[in-house]
């Protein structure tokens, strides 16, 4: 009999296959996850809005309110960050983009290992459990309260997934300089890397939500180096002052 693991957290189970729930369930119980579950989206929608879990795992399919339907609920309307797993029998590049930018923070696509998922979990508690912070980070006009974790650009108060908001964490803190991939990955998922789409899908959708409504773009593609979060138009006039200083402070001839 395999020992039993110290407690690991509070999960919630949203998957209609009795099945395959049990199975996941029984595993993450010996794994040492106290697991709650729901076989229909309604259900899991109230279970996660009145409980606190440490995360969500929650099935694409469901037969009355989509997994997508209930990553919106939980994000834009019970403003709730609880990271949230998605499974999904499609892996597409489309798919992926549906999934997070209804909310989830990870997407495994069926069939997978039960440690993977075990190891995805932990590494979405454990980024989640970091962020509790009173941190205040600015790239140009862009704002990112880590406490409250608030994001605005301007006078626009934005919307990202918590993934999304780890991601932008490190790369603010970095500002301006490159971030690599490698180190993105490792800083978000540990010892449990996602595969090389997943990565790509996070900076494409933060594009869409803090750089595609704005005038100019924070958020830097680096060819072969990996990404960087600055304001060049505000590098540009400095770059312009400095050398106008320069030009000033010449001696005449």
């Not at 495994?108 to 979990?121: H, K, T, Y």
């Not at 409250?148 to 990202?160: C, E, F, I, K, P």
């Not at 500002?175 to 993105?184: A, T």
Request: a negative charge; aromatic letters at 4%.
């Amino acid at each position: 009999m395999r020992r039993r693991e110290e407690h690991s957290g509070m999960i919630l189970l949203i998957e209609d296959d009795r099945h395959v729930a049990e199975g996941i369930g029984e595993f993450l119980d010996i794994r040492g996850f106290t697991v709650d579950y729901s076989y229909d989206g309604i259900g899991g929608l109230h279970l996660a809005v009145t409980h606190g879990y440490d995360a969500i795992v929650l099935d694409r399919m469901l037969p009355d309110m989509d997994g997508l339907e209930v990553c919106r609920k939980l994000r834009k309307e019970a403003r709730r960050s609880t990271p949230i797993l998605m499974l999904a029998a499609c892996g597409t590049l489309d798919d992926k983009l549906l999934g997070l930018e209804a909310g989830a923070d990870d997407y495994l696509v069926q069939p997978f290992a039960l440690r993977e998922l075990e190891a995805r979990i932990r590494a979405l508690i454990r980024r989640d459990r970091r962020q509790v912070s009173t941190e205040i980070l600015r790239v140009g006009d862009l704002t990112l309260e880590m406490g409250a974790r608030h994001l605005q650009r301007g006078d626009q108060w934005l919307t990202v997934s918590p993934i999304g908001l780890k991601l932008l964490a490190i790369l603010m803190r970095e500002s301006p300089h490159i971030v690599s991939r490698q180190g993105l990955e490792r800083e978000v998922w540990g010892d449990a890397p996602p595969n090389s789409d997943t990565l790509r899908t996070h900076i494409y959708h933060l594009r869409r939500v803090i750089d595609h409504p704005f005038d100019s773009p924070l958020l830097h593609t680096i060819q072969s180096a990996g990404y960087r979060m600055a304001d060049l138009q505000a590098e540009v006039s400095l770059l312009h002052r400095s050398a106008g200083d320069h030009v000033h402070d010449r001696p005449s001839a």
